[in-house]
Each structure stands twice: as structure tokens, then as C-alpha cells.
Nanobody, 120 residues
Framework: QVQLVESGGGLVQAGGSLRLSCAAS???????MGWFRQAPGKERTFIAL???????YYADSVQGRFTISRDRTKNTVYLQMNSLKPEDTAVYYC???????????????WGQGTQVTVSS
């Protein structure tokens, strides 16, 4: 069983930065770890993922601004978010999957989410 707990969300002005953390418990060594976000009234969408080898994949909307990383010693995945925009405002979720994919249905485990609000 895998449990995921996100932290690091908050309120930031446009152009600012935040770093989200996702602490995992359980065996996530060979899982694909992803970040998703969901704005009010919208579907949950893919942001970034990292595989066991450290390869990373990003949505076009965050490419060049967000960076996903993982620290195996701490069993934690991070999402560094720079140059934030008001349209980045959403609840951000961490997720774990056994297979590579950008669709939420691929993911087996989810955190509770953390709110990120970017003011203009």
C-alpha cells in the first residue's frame, strides 16, 4: 500500500515561485510519480512525471517553468514551480503509477491535494 502526502502549497504573486513536496510511504521505488492539477470546474490535468531512472516529462503549459525531481533517500517527489501565473491556480495532486502515462486513470494512488493560488 502506498500513501502520498502533499505539502508546500500557498498564496503567491504572479512571477513568484513555490516548491511542492510529495512524501510517499510504502514501496514506490519503481513507480512513475506524477503531478496533476485541478482548477474549479475543470478536469484534473497532467503537469509532470518522473520515472525510476529520473527521466522527466512535462505538459506544454509548464515546460520550462516547472521542474519535477525525486529524492529516493527521502522517498519524496518535488515540483519546483517558477514564473507562476494566475492560470496556475489549482489544487495540485501527487500520484503514483505502475505504468507510464499522462491520464489520471493510469495512476493507482493519489494524495489529498494542496492548494496553490497565484494572484495577479
Amino acid at each position: 500500500q502506498v500513501q502520498l502526502v502533499e505539502s508546500g502549497g500557498g498564496l503567491v504573486q504572479a512571477g513568484g515561485s513555490l516548491r511542492l513536496s510529495c512524501a510517499a510511504s510504502g514501496r514506490t521505488f519503481n513507480y512513475f510519480m506524477g503531478w496533476f492539477r485541478q482548477a474549479p470546474g475543470k478536469e484534473r490535468t497532467f503537469i509532470a512525471l518522473i520515472d525510476w531512472a529520473g527521466n522527466t516529462y512535462y505538459a506544454d503549459s509548464v515546460q520550462g517553468r516547472f521542474t519535477i525531481s525525486r529524492d529516493r533517500t527521502k522517498n519524496t517527489v518535488y515540483l519546483q514551480m517558477n514564473s507562476l501565473k494566475p492560470e496556475d491556480t489549482a489544487v495540485y495532486y501527487c500520484a503514483a503509477a505502475k505504468f507510464l502515462g499522462r491520464e489520471p486513470d493510469v495512476y493507482d494512488y493519489w494524495g489529498q491535494g494542496t492548494q496553490v493560488t497565484v494572484s495577479s
